[in-house]
């Protein structure tokens, strides 16, 4: 996988990877507030507690869950509010729930962002769950799920990457870089590397469309931040 769609897919990853409702089950050791609401009018707005902030955060490989930054914080709450404004468009379009098949594979692909599977239990322990089979937590990578289907249908499925964007790219981008990386190795040709480019420009696609959508919608829906986080 190239170092670009690596980046992109961790930025759709991280607006989504705190999903959708509140973490109702965390411990009770754990003091709870509204830290902001979001809602677009007609419909119920949408709370983001404190837990659900620590929750994000246990999700963030590097973000510290003991005494975390303001910098950590004010990014998990970014991305949580990111979540609620998609959770308002996906439930116009409702659809079958995720399986069992699709959860597990799912948390299997969370796993792959941490040292190991041991290390990620333990955050989430910190956050009030007893596993990664903890009926709390699939029910959330379920709600992910979801949310990743609907943008899948919203903006994936409207993607065009023509053939003169694939020659400027291969032009433009892959070439120099290659030669940049590996001088003297021979250069593939544009038809070797024209899936590997058209998947690339799909993916920048997809994550302009993503922050497009994000910065209209914000115009649309109300947000009002309560504390300080």
């Given at each position: 996988?190239?170092?670009?769609?690596?980046?992109?897919?961790?930025?759709?990853?991280?607006?989504?990877?705190?999903?959708?409702?509140?973490?109702?089950?965390?411990?009770?050791?754990?003091?709870?507030?509204?830290?902001?609401?979001?809602?677009?009018?007609?419909?119920?707005?949408?709370?983001?507690?404190?837990?659900?902030?620590?929750?994000?955060?246990?999700?963030?490989?590097?973000?510290?869950?003991?005494?975390?930054?303001?910098?950590?914080?004010?990014?998990?709450?970014?991305?949580?509010?990111?979540?609620?404004?998609?959770?308002?468009?996906a439930e116009r379009l409702p659809?079958?729930?995720?399986?069992?098949?699709?959860?597990?594979?799912?948390?299997?692909?969370?796993?792959?962002?941490?040292?190991?599977?041991?290390?990620?239990?333990?955050?989430?322990?910190?956050?009030?769950?007893?596993?990664v089979k903890d009926p709390a937590f699939e029910r959330l990578?379920?709600?992910?799920?979801?949310?990743?289907?609907?943008?899948?249908?919203?903006?994936?499925?409207?993607?065009?990457?023509?053939?003169?964007?694939?020659?400027?790219?291969?032009?433009?981008?892959?070439?120099?870089?290659?030669?940049?990386?590996?001088?003297?190795?021979?250069?593939?040709?544009?038809?070797?590397?024209?899936?590997?480019?058209?998947?690339?420009?799909?993916?920048?696609?997809?994550?302009?469309?993503?922050?497009?959508?994000?910065?209209?919608?914000?115009?649309?829906?109300?947000?009002?931040?309560?504390?300080?986080?």
């Amino acid at each position: 996988m190239t170092t670009v769609r690596l980046k992109i897919l961790r930025l759709i990853g991280s607006i989504f990877i705190g999903l959708l409702v509140s973490v109702s089950g965390l411990s009770q050791e754990i003091v709870d507030k509204t830290v902001a609401v979001v809602s677009d009018g007609n419909r119920k707005s949408q709370l983001i507690t404190y837990s659900d902030v620590l929750w994000q955060l246990a999700l963030q490989p590097g973000a510290g869950l003991e005494k975390p930054s303001s910098e950590d914080l004010n990014q998990a709450l970014r991305s949580m509010i990111n979540q609620r404004i998609f959770a308002l468009e996906a439930e116009r379009l409702p659809r079958a729930a995720p399986s069992e098949r699709e959860i597990a594979d799912k948390i299997t692909e969370i796993l792959t962002f941490f040292p190991t599977a041991a290390a990620f239990e333990a955050r989430l322990k910190q956050v009030g769950f007893s596993s990664v089979k903890d009926p709390a937590f699939e029910r959330l990578i379920g709600q992910r799920i979801a949310i990743e289907k609907y943008v899948e249908f919203r903006f994936a499925s409207f993607v065009v990457v023509t053939s003169d964007e694939e020659a400027r790219y291969y032009r433009d981008v892959y070439t120099p870089e290659h030669r940049r990386r590996t001088p003297g190795l021979l250069l593939p040709s544009l038809d070797e590397k024209r899936a590997e480019i058209s998947e690339i420009l799909k993916r920048q696609k997809i994550a302009a469309a993503i922050e497009r959508f994000l910065d209209d919608a914000k115009r649309r829906v109300q947000v009002e931040i309560l504390i300080e986080v």
